[in-house]
């Protein structure tokens, strides 16, 4: 075997990757976004302006938010408009921090959603509520805000809605799906946070970490019309089989579907008239960044997608297919060849072990690579440097993998069944580690074949 090569190979698709995550920084997708001359605030990419605003017309300027990009975001708004600002909050994941001058940071629990969140998400809510007129509003939202921005609504507890989220999560529900459920047991999302700011003008910056940069789902859109509804939510639970869920939030959910809770927000309602939404960043620009830089290490190169969807261990057998594809007819690239793709597959958990969706994809398709030529790399990670509740962002995996795993007494299929990928890969030296990134638009996935 040519471990020289593979080195090489397992070197330029962290090179790749990491490259694919700088383009995406927060600080610098909203400084391009967003531009100051004077009393004009103009917003949009470049110099296309989508929309521009009178800072003459405001009396006040205001920061909110929630994400794991959110402080990055704050820190370019700040240097952009500086003492114009009069009080801001937001809340990120703990460590997703850096120092701001005019706006609090509430670190904060996520996936799981915690009482930190609560408190911040309220003290969030209780500064819109006071917004009038004269106010403008800057909401900085990226991937994780759902999570981070907990308020239950009515007498649903915080505790009942971190069963709810662990349930959602390990059926194997889709981001889209587990949001639904969010902007109808939380009074902070799906448009909810534009009724509060209501009639004050609101710019809503948006990282986007969802399959199709739908606003109304990322971050359960605390800005943006939800286009779900309470009947939308009964309907997954009851495709998933969630039966045992907490009686508050059943009677929630069957009062909403019977008109005896107001909906949240919809398109065409009056709070979002001064509301304008945009995104600033996506999967799409870190797949076309890293590209660029394979194409620099000699690869040719393929953007397969950046709504790449799906059962993890379903399309790790996809993309392992291609890499055999390459070796074997030099299709759809000829070597060497990277292939790319982005978006967010589901784990539906079965074990008890340890790991997350780029983690379980890398053991997965180690398994189905086993034994091929030793010219092929495959490298899956998240953007935001976590993958599930682990300090690893994915891994990066070649054709040995599974025999290194054996020669330490781990065999690779029984962790794969256990979800335990974090302990296989760590025993084989296979994770990848890039701690926090601040920022989060999905993940990226790598196939090199030399």
Do not use: W
């Not at 261990?313 to 990277?338: N, S």
């Amino acid at each position: 075997m040519d471990d020289r090569l593979i080195r090489q190979m397992r070197s330029e698709a962290q090179v790749i990757f990491k490259c694919g995550v700088e383009a995406v920084d927060p600080y610098a997708a909203v400084k391009r976004f967003v531009l100051v001359n004077g009393s004009r605030l103009v917003l949009g990419p470049g110099s296309t302006a989508q929309a521009v605003v009178d800072l003459d017309r405001y009396d006040r300027v205001l920061v909110v938010g929630g994400g794991k990009a959110t402080a990055p975001m704050a820190k370019a708004i700040e240097d952009l408009l500086g003492e114009r600002i009069q009080a801001g909050i937001i809340n990120v994941k703990y460590g997703f921090i850096q120092p701001l001058r005019f706006t609090r940071i509430v670190e904060a629990g996520h996936p799981i959603p915690d009482q930190n969140g609560v408190e911040g998400a309220r003290a969030v809510l209780d500064l819109l509520s006071e917004a009038g007129e004269r106010d403008l509003v800057f909401s900085l939202i990226s991937g994780g805000g759902s999570a981070l921005l907990p308020q239950p609504i009515g007498p649903i507890t915080l505790a009942e809605k971190q069963e709810m989220t662990r349930k959602m999560l390990a059926c194997g529900a889709s981001i889209d799906e587990i949001n639904a459920l969010r902007k109808h047991i939380s009074s902070s999302k799906g448009g909810q946070m534009a009724r509060a700011a209501h009639p004050a003008t609101v710019v809503n910056l948006m990282l986007s970490d969802v399959v199709g940069d739908k606003m109304d789902v990322i971050a359960s859109g605390p800005f943006v019309p939800d286009r779900s509804t309470f009947d939308d939510v009964i309907q997954v639970l009851r495709k998933y089989g969630l039966k045992e869920i907490p009686e508050t939030v059943r009677d929630h959910l069957e009062a909403g579907a019977a008109k005896r809770v107001p909906e949240t927000p919809k398109p065409g309602d009056a709070v979002f008239r001064s509301v304008h939404n945009f995104v600033v960043g996506s999967n799409i620009l870190a797949l076309e960044a890293a590209a660029e830089r394979a194409k620099a290490l000699g690869y040719q190169t393929l953007i397969l997608s950046s709504m790449v969807e799906g059962e993890t261990r379903e399309v790790a057998l996809v993309h392992t297919a291609i890499a055999k594809e390459i070796l074997k007819t030099a299709r759809p690239l000829a070597p060497p060849a990277c292939v790319i793709s982005g978006g967010e597959t589901t784990v539906t958990i079965r074990g008890s072990g340890l790991g997350g969706r780029n983690q379980e994809f890398c053991l997965a398709a180690s398994l189905d690579i086993a034994g091929l030529e030793p010219r092929v790399v495959i490298l899956s990670g998240g953007t935001d440097g976590n993958d599930g509740p682990t300090d690893a962002a994915g891994g990066v995996v070649d054709p040995s993998t599974k025999r290194r795993g054996a020669d330490v007494g781990a065999a690779a299929m029984d962790y794969l069944q256990d979800n335990d990928a974090y302990h296989f890969l760590e025993k084989t030296g296979d994770l990848l580690i890039t701690g926090p990134t601040n920022t989060n638009v999905m993940d990226v996935r790598l196939i090199l074949v030399r």
